[in-house]
């Protein structure tokens, strides 16, 4: 993935409210994907996962929709909570191989 | 039962200095994972290991850089004389297994932040 250094993209939304968190992968052939929570001090925690076969899959509060003919990725997280504040990361697989590629992350606020 | 477990948690070292970093990967876990985080980035994959064979060492990024899994359980990542861009968290991650062509979730472990002064 590509590096924004200290400076995260960042998603403030509303206690309540839906967010969408976007991400642009770079391997046409890569065929599993996966999303990461990591808060504070701790590891990334897996939340969802996707495969190329499949455009949407749906997860408890959580939505990955997969596009791609356009190599994008989204997860909406519904009625955001404080405890989903943490920065989500994007991950790529391909065929199988031992290699995760990681996006850069976005930062996400939630505002009580 | 217990998650992925690092020590030490923190370690600061001088310049120059050998360092030992520890994972104890999920009992049972055949697969197990190496990656460096720099403040402000997603992971980059250094090396993965399924039980004590390292199948890709590729992402190691010089040759002062060396991991081992001597019994298939414990992993060390070594670092030969540490240099300032060495500082990062080094996190760890095992799954269950590893099949040919078959993804499986990752579990990772809380990380060990090293500083290089």
């Known amino acids: 993935g590509e590096s924004v250094g200290l400076h995260l993209p960042t998603l403030s939304v509303q206690e309540g409210d839906n967010s969408i968190i976007n991400c642009a992968y770079s391997n046409s052939a890569s065929d599993y994907f996966i999303w990461y929570k990591q808060e504070s001090g701790k590891g990334p925690q897996f939340i969802i996962d996707i495969r190329s076969n499949m455009d949407k899959r749906q997860g408890q509060r959580v939505t990955v929709l997969l596009n791609k003919t356009v190599k994008h990725l989204s997860l909406q997280i519904a009625a955001t909570q404080p405890g989903d504040s943490a920065v989500y990361f994007c991950a790529e697989n391909k065929g199988g191989g031992f290699k995760t590629i990681f996006g850069a992350g976005t930062r996400l606020f939630v505002k009580a | 039962g217990a998650g992925v477990s690092q020590s030490p948690r923190y370690k600061v070292a001088k310049r120059g200095q050998d360092v030992a970093l520890r994972c104890d990967p999920i009992?049972?876990?055949?697969?197990l994972f190496w990656y460096q985080q720099a403040l402000g980035q997603g992971p980059e994959f250094l090396t993965y290991f399924q039980n004590e064979a390292q199948l890709d060492k590729s992402g190691l990024p010089s040759d002062r850089f060396f991991a081992e899994r001597p019994e298939g359980s414990v992993s060390t990542l070594k670092i030969q004389r540490t240099q300032q861009e060495d500082s990062a968290v080094y996190l760890c991650a095992s799954s269950f297994h590893r099949l040919a062509g078959v993804q499986e979730t990752q579990y990772f472990g809380p990380g060990t932040r090293l500083l290089v002064l």
């Open positions: 009992s049972g876990h055949v697969s």
